[in-house]
């Protein structure tokens, strides 16, 4: 700033102090959201966890594992990949590293894209990517109901040979500091390794309708729970990008009132100066 008038300054300062009022509101709104993301969160680890270890279990079964369409990659070679980002920017890298995690993976192969947040929308059309669905528009109060519809779709184009593979792209929330970006293979699904297929189980009424439900579950509460860990993955990064971004403006704003005080002392100087100087004369 240095040669900029004081009007300039003051000028500056204002503005500052205005983008600094936005950064400190967005901050405070992303953390009264934060609490209730978490929680979120965290309710719907349990219902995954069982479900996961009960399709495991389903899917070592002697009696599927040879024939089920679900353990084996399908013929088209196109990946489908369900990519959940976030409703709004300014979160720091928390939409680009997704993106760049997708994009890295699919790199030289054949995919589709189902979007999952405005911005994955926007940046998968502007990629001029093929989108299977833009009906899930929102990650915000994302639904069971979208879940079990996004999984039900998966299944279907899945047995239809219309993907190879199907991924979900997601952000996992470790904590409020570290939040990363995750790929799963969703379909096929993936037998433990070093376990031995299951001989003997007991299936009440219909295995293969078990089954069938199964991965419908299964499908949908890994969609479910990852919606929420997205989400409250989006709400710590732009918490944390505007608590960051607030400091900043206070740190500028110091700055340039430093440089205003300077550039004021030294027009006093001047004035004294050219008073001494007339007087003199």
């Known amino acids: 700033m240095a040669g900029a008038s004081m009007k300039d300054i003051k000028r500056r300062i204002r503005s500052v102090e205005s983008t600094m009022q936005i950064t400190k509101a967005m901050q405070l709104v992303a953390s009264s959201k934060l609490r209730r993301a978490r929680d979120s969160m965290e309710s719907s680890k349990p219902f995954f966890t069982v479900a996961e270890k ?9 009696a599927f594992e040879a024939n089920s369409k679900y353990l084996k990659k399908g013929e088209s070679g196109k990946i489908l990949y369900i990519v959940l980002a976030g409703d709004r920017g300014l979160a720091g890298g928390y939409n680009a590293n997704i993106f760049k995690c997708v994009f890295e993976d699919a790199a030289g192969r054949e995919f589709a894209c189902l979007p999952v947040g405005k911005k994955a929308l926007e940046r998968f059309r502007m990629a001029g990517s093929e989108i299977v669905s833009d009906a899930y528009q929102k990650i915000e109060g994302f639904k069971v109901s979208s879940a079990f519809s996004i999984g039900e779709m998966v299944k279907e184009g899945f047995l239809k040979g219309e993907w190879s593979e199907v991924k979900l792209a997601y952000t996992n929330f470790t904590s409020m500091l570290s939040q990363t970006a995750m790929l799963e ?88 100066t050219e008073i001494v100087a007339g007087a003199e004369h």
Not at 54 to 62: E, F, G, I, V
Not at 201 to 210: F, G, I, N, R, Y
């Open 185 to 272: 293979t969703m379909l096929p699904i993936a037998i433990p390794e070093g376990k031995r297929p299951l001989e003997q189980m007991l299936v009440e009424p219909d295995a293969e309708k078990l089954f069938e439900e199964a991965v419908r579950i299964y499908l949908s509460g890994l969609v479910f729970s990852a919606s929420k860990n997205a989400f409250a993955s989006e709400v710590a990064a732009r918490r944390t990008a505007m608590d960051n971004a607030t400091r900043n403006a206070g740190d500028m704003i110091e700055s340039l009132k430093l440089n205003y005080n300077r550039a004021r002392q030294g027009a006093i100087t001047q004035e004294l």
């Open 54 to 62: 009960a399709m495991r279990d389903l899917a070592r079964y002697s």
